[in-house]
């Protein structure tokens, strides 16, 4: 009766993807909340950037490009330094979710603190939420100026087909 179990149990585990061992290497920035280190993608768990080509308003008002200004200061900040990631899950494109360490930083609260990536609660839980209220009140990165919430920027490219109007740039694209 248990060797059925058995066999019934090690079938159903075999068909669910594994997730990968911790990595640890230096990281290429594929964008202000996905890395890639041994040739493996890694989205950051719990944590949204903007596009990269999306558009956010600085405090005086202008248009920059806020996902590239994140994936460049993440770069900078990892400065060639070695990253530790730990897999949470696979998301739907294949890629690991993973929380990311440099020098004992979580890269994901560094990002959020530094206003340069939101909480995403609906994964996260709230767990940055804390890290953006305080970039929020010093006016730190896009919460200098304003933006609009990655995931609402990607929904609205889907439905509209085209990025014009779906960042902070609806005036300047109507």
Not at 127 to 143: E, F, L, V
Request: aromatic letters at 6%; a positive charge; glycine letters at 10%.
């Amino acid at each position: 009766m248990r060797l059925p179990l058995i066999i019934a149990l090690t079938l159903l585990a075999s068909t669910f993807p594994a997730l990968p061992a911790d990595l640890i290497g230096r990281a290429s920035i594929i964008d202000g909340d996905t890395l890639e280190l041994h040739g493996t993608r890694v989205r950051l768990w719990g944590i949204d950037a903007p596009e990269s080509a999306q558009l956010c308003r600085n405090s005086d008002s202008d248009l920059y490009r806020c996902g590239a200004k994140a994936a460049n200061d993440l770069d900078a900040f990892i400065a060639r330094r070695p990253v530790s990631c730990t897999a949470v899950a696979l998301d739907q494109y294949g890629r690991t979710v993973a929380t990311c360490t440099v020098g004992g930083v979580d890269l994901g609260e560094w990002l959020v603190g530094h206003g340069l990536a939101l909480d995403w609660p609906h994964y996260s839980h709230g767990r940055y939420s804390a890290a953006q209220n305080g970039a929020k009140r010093a006016g730190r990165g896009s919460w200098a100026g304003s933006l609009v919430a990655p995931w609402l920027c990607r929904a609205c490219i889907r439905a509209r087909g085209r990025p014009g109007g779906c960042s902070d740039d609806a005036s300047a694209h109507p």
